[in-house]
T-cell receptor
Framework: EDKVVQSPLSLVVHEGDTVTLNCSYEVTNFRSLLWYKQEKKAPTFLFMLTSSGIEKKSGRLSSILDKKELSSILNITATQTGDSAIYLCAILPQGGSEKLVFGKGTKLTVNP | EAGVAQSPRYKIIEKRQSVAFWCNPISGHATLYWYQQILGQGPKLLIQFQNNGVVDDSQLPKDRFSAERLKGVDSTLKIQPAKLEDSAVYLC????????????FGPGTRLTVT
């Protein structure tokens, strides 16, 4: 069964700190790994990673995939209170219904 | 472009009652998903439609949950009868095609079963 494990489950930091969120996975046929940000209810798409070692970057957020280690990290630099959210990692397997399998998420709280 | 619409936003019912949720996907999106997100968990796929056909409903508790997507556009998800453990946020998402990573989520419906 495909599985996604995220760590830590929760994290509290101060504005300006840099954080690293971790995601590890087990999947039979890997296609992509995705990161979402969930602030209230609806997850919003951040990154999709398919190739190992290539960093995706958007402003203060960046992510990289390590296929050898079956893991990914999401970095947020110079955190702001608006970064407070649950960050979800999901894998999109290849074949079958190609449904997203989500981890439990990391709840990030950024205090002023 | 209008996003995914869901209603109601909140619903409180007693156990053994019935409830229905509605979703209107982004115009032109062929694939529609219903997810259940229990507090502290990631979203879990309940059912996936491609147009009006079911692609995957392996995790749908079919003894109490049902879903349909008539005419391949709007969809409804029903629970009958509800149990306490059904308390969750029900998220609807749509994507241009099956297997697309571009899943756009609606605001969700928070269901509380007492």
């Amino acid at each position: 069964e495909d599985k996604v494990v995220q760590s830590p489950l929760s994290l509290v930091v101060h504005e300006g700190d840099t954080v690293t969120l971790n995601c590890s996975y087990e999947v039979t046929n890997f296609r992509s790994l995705l990161w979402y940000k969930q602030e209230k209810k609806a997850p919003t798409f951040l990154f999709m990673l398919t190739s190992s070692g290539i960093e995706k970057k958007s402003g203060r957020l960046s992510s990289i995939l390590d296929k050898k280690e079956l893991s990914s990290i999401l970095n947020i630099t110079a955190t702001q209170t608006g970064d407070s959210a649950i960050y979800l990692c999901a894998i999109l397997p290849q074949g079958g219904s190609e449904k997203l399998v989500f981890g439990k998420g990391t709840k990030l709280t950024v205090n002023p | 472009e209008a996003g995914v619409a869901q209603s109601p936003r909140y619903k409180i019912i007693e156990k053994r009652q019935s409830v229905a949720f509605w979703c209107n996907p982004i115009s032109g999106h062929a694939t529609l998903y219903w997810y259940q997100q229990i507090l502290g968990q990631g979203p879990k796929l309940l059912i996936q439609f491609q147009n009006n056909g079911v692609v995957d409903d392996s995790q749908l508790p079919k003894d109490r949950f049902s879903a349909e997507r008539l005419k391949g556009v709007d969809s409804t998800l029903k629970i009958q009868p509800a149990k306490l453990e059904d308390s969750a946020v029900y998220l609807c998402a749509s994507s241009p095609w099956t297997g697309s990573y571009e899943q756009y989520f609606g605001p969700g419906t928070r269901l509380t079963v007492t």
